[in-house]
């Protein structure tokens, strides 16, 4: 029997229609159109407004996409991943959320937590379940409402960072296509240098956590420029080396959307010209879990039965990671 991988088959994804401009967040804090667009290649990003709704709201529009233009039954759903920084609750999971508000009575589900690398993470983890043989339909999930945990008096990270979506189908693949080969890595020590200070076991949200702001993001910018940089380039170069492939055979690099300047340098490093990276940072910012999975929503026309693709991720934990995969179809 030939050997079975998983392939994505379908993507969905979902943005905000709200959108935040680089000239509006000027009237919000000490910025500037020209520092932002120059520093991190964001022109704008989208904003989940409304009461009550959190990042199950987005993801059940990405995976209803998916199941209308598979024409798929919620019943036939058997796993679904999220992977997400910014859950609905800290508990239960928001895969149970989404599982139960799209009626996939048969699937079970759990998320993953590995911030802007969760959704490579999430992916790979999938993958074994198809792999197995034990399951044929997956769904991942990545996403997050990083306006949910954004400090909007903070210029250093508020401009960053926006809300989106994406999620695929994987399914068992018996032509060589799909998920070749993953490297995955972390380095805990790295929390020092991205993390939210309350609202974990450790320091509980109080009146004084609150008050202190330590509910947002906090993120040493510099120092974790300097590991993104360096280490998503690498991780997507020792993926090409350990599989025999050069920048000619790559047919498009998906990478994290975190800032222009580590995603240009992780090209370079791959031996890529412009034209075969996915670039959409200036209209989404980075959505941490959902910038793969989006970007992969956005160009799933242009793909085709048998491009070479490569996911590289970097992000708070510290986690990286790279996902190399033949793609499995022509999209209609
Ligand atoms: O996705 C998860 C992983 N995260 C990342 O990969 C993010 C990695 N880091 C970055 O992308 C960049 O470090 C940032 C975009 C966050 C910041 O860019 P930078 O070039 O590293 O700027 P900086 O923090 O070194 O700040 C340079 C200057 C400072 O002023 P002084 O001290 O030189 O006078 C900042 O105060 O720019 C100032 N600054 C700003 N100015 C205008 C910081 N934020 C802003 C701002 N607008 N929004």
């Not at 520092?35 to 995976?63: C, F, H, N």
């Not at 796993?79 to 920084?85: G, M």
């Not at 997050?144 to 400090?151: G, R, Y």
């Not at 008096?153 to 998920?179: K, Q, S, W």
């Amino acid at each position: 029997m030939s050997k079975i991988q998983a392939a994505i088959t379908c993507v969905g994804g979902y943005v905000p229609e709200d959108k935040l401009t680089n000239f509006d967040l000027e009237k919000i804090v000490d910025t500037n159109d020209e520092w932002i667009t120059s520093r991190t290649g964001i022109k704008e990003r989208r904003i989940l407004m409304g009461e009550g709704l959190g990042t199950s709201d987005m993801a059940v529009k990405a995976v209803q996409e998916i199941l209308d233009k598979k024409g798929i039954d919620p019943m036939e759903i058997e796993l679904l991943i999220c992977a997400t920084t910014t859950p609905d609750f800290t508990f239960p999971a928001t895969a149970n959320v989404i599982t139960d508000k799209l009626g996939m009575k048969n699937a079970w589900g759990y998320d993953v937590s590995a911030a802007c690398s969760g959704f490579i993470y999430a992916l790979t983890t999938a993958s074994q379940f198809i792999e197995t043989g034990k399951h044929k339909k997956v769904i991942v999930v990545g996403g997050d409402k990083m306006s949910s945990i954004l400090n909007f008096e903070d210029r250093a990270t508020c401009i960053i960072f926006g809300d989106g979506c994406g999620a695929v189908l994987l399914e068992p693949n018996t032509e060589g296509l799909g998920i070749v080969d993953s490297i995955l890595r972390s380095d805990g020590s790295g929390r020092a240098y991205l993390h939210q200070k309350a609202g974990g076991s450790v320091k509980p949200a109080t009146v004084e956590t609150v008050m202190a702001k330590e509910h947002f993001v906090y993120q040493e910018g510099q120092t974790v420029f300097k590991f993104a940089v360096t280490n998503m380039a690498q991780v997507a170069y020792d993926i090409m080396q350990r599989n025999g492939l050069t920048g000619d055979d790559v047919t498009w690099l998906v990478p994290h959307q975190a800032n222009k300047r580590i995603i240009d340098a992780t090209r370079e490093r791959m031996g890529l010209p412009e034209e075969k990276v996915m670039i959409n940072i200036q209209r989404y910012g980075n959505t941490t879990n959902g910038t793969l999975p989006l970007c992969l929503w956005e160009w799933e026309k242009k793909l085709k039965k048998g491009d070479i693709i490569i996911l590289a991720a970097f992000g708070g934990g510290f986690t990286w990671g790279a996902t190399y995969l033949k793609w499995a179809y022509d999209s209609k």
